[in-house]
């Protein structure tokens, strides 16, 4: 993914759009998909920007980094899965703490997500697609889409993300 800094013409708004690639912003511009939040103009080009220049790895230390997790971590849930069997050529190194707590912070955060969203299953793209133009109220969802169709919404300008964590579909849990 890429995000761009874009600007409309008309009300020189100023928001950023997440795509694919150079060429995928460019097809859904030629298309009229793209469009400002503010005034729907969708006179919209790429905005000037300055590179983003990440921090060497060297720059935060371990106990800098175990500051900033540990309030988060201490409201992670304690509870910690059994390990899977490595598959062949896997790993059995554990994570390091840091990472393991962050995980499970996500997973809380998803699991939060997720209680207000109603499962669609294999008719995500469908919705999600029903939704954006109108022909469905909008409600938060979630559901499965395969990676055809998830690249396809993306083309076409709507907003979707992936589960982070794997999901078991209602009714198939033990």
Not at 26 to 44: A, H, I, W
Not at 133 to 140: E, F, N, R, T, W
Request: glycine share 6%; with cysteine.
């Amino acid at each position: 993914m890429i995000v761009f800094d874009l600007e409309c013409r008309e009300g020189g708004h100023r928001f950023e759009g997440w795509f694919g690639s150079s060429d995928d912003f460019t097809r859904q511009q030629e298309r009229g998909l793209v469009n400002c939040p503010q005034c729907d103009s969708v006179d919209v080009l790429k905005a000037p920007m300055a590179p983003h220049l990440a921090r060497k790895g060297n720059q935060i230390t371990v106990p800098a980094l175990a500051e900033k997790i540990a309030p988060v971590a201490a409201q992670a849930p304690a509870i910690v899965p059994k390990a899977k069997p490595p598959t062949a050529g896997a790993t059995t190194a554990a994570l390091p703490p840091e990472a393991a707590a962050m995980m499970h912070v996500l997973a809380r955060m998803q699991a939060e997500a997720l209680k207000a969203s109603h499962w669609v299953g294999d008719k995500f793209a469908d919705d999600a697609r029903a939704m954006h133009y109108g022909d469905k109220d909008h409600a938060p969802i979630h559901g499965q889409a395969t990676l055809q169709e998830a690249q396809e919404l993306v083309e076409e300008g709507i907003e979707i993300a992936p589960i982070l964590f794997p999901l078991a579909p209602p009714g198939h849990v033990n």
